[in-house]
């Protein structure tokens, strides 16, 4: 096993003596297929900049203000990876293989980067279906519950006003939230937090038996300060 929440997984399938069969009816299939839907993902404000401390350009004479970007522990991934896309993206160096790949009759049209780089896309011609499809839909759906509640139960039940969601996405969250130190606030929610990749000197490292444990949130940061945000678009 890669990771604990692998490890979880199969012993709970052991344990139950649950057998999870893949569809093999297409009804049934596209009935999950469809079902699916991906959270909120938006860009709430388009600018912020931190002053604390830490910052290069702090003003003392104004309110403490932190950047901070979470990630719930891996929500869907398993279920919901696509391993053939790995196999079908291939990397082609050689001078004439573009004369090649003309020849595909599933070639899609193409975008020319500069004289050295080309995409190449093309259409699917195999689909492997090697995935409980019905898992990764009920996942999706409970992360929302995960999501939510972090945002409206514990981030505006502390801050209010004084925290600002920047943008969000299906599992993380990124905030402006104005405190006198994020850290100690995080220290006082410790209960939501897998602190385990921050560096080891850090006051706030643990592993308390959260390392990537599903559900918990994670900074992505690893407790390096954020000095500035800039969001052009959804995902960007």
Known sequence: ???????????????????????????MHLFSEKSIRGGVSMISHRHSEANHSQCPNYDSTKDNKYITYLDVNNLYGRWQYDGEFKKSCKNRHCKYQGKKLKRWLHLLPFTIFDETLVAVPRKLTKLCLN???????????????????????????????????????????????????????????????????????????????KKKRIGFLKDELNGQPCFEYVGLRSKM
Do not use: W
């Open 1 to 27: 096993m890669l990771t604990s929440p692998g490890l979880a997984c199969q012993a709970a399938l052991k344990m139950t003596n649950v057998k999870l069969d893949l569809f093999t009816d297409i009804d």
């Open 131 to 209: 995935r409980p499809i019905q898992v990764g839909f009920a996942i999706r759906e409970l992360s929302k519950v995960l999501i939510y509640d972090f945002q409206y139960n514990v981030i505006l039940k502390k801050y209010g006003d004084k925290a600002r969601l920047l943008f969000t996405d299906t599992d993380s969250l990124c905030y402006e939230i104005a405190t006198e130190d994020l850290f100690k606030d995080f220290e006082d929610m410790k209960q939501y937090f897998d602190f385990s990749d921050y560096p080891l000197d850090h006051p706030l490292f643990s592993l308390e038996n």
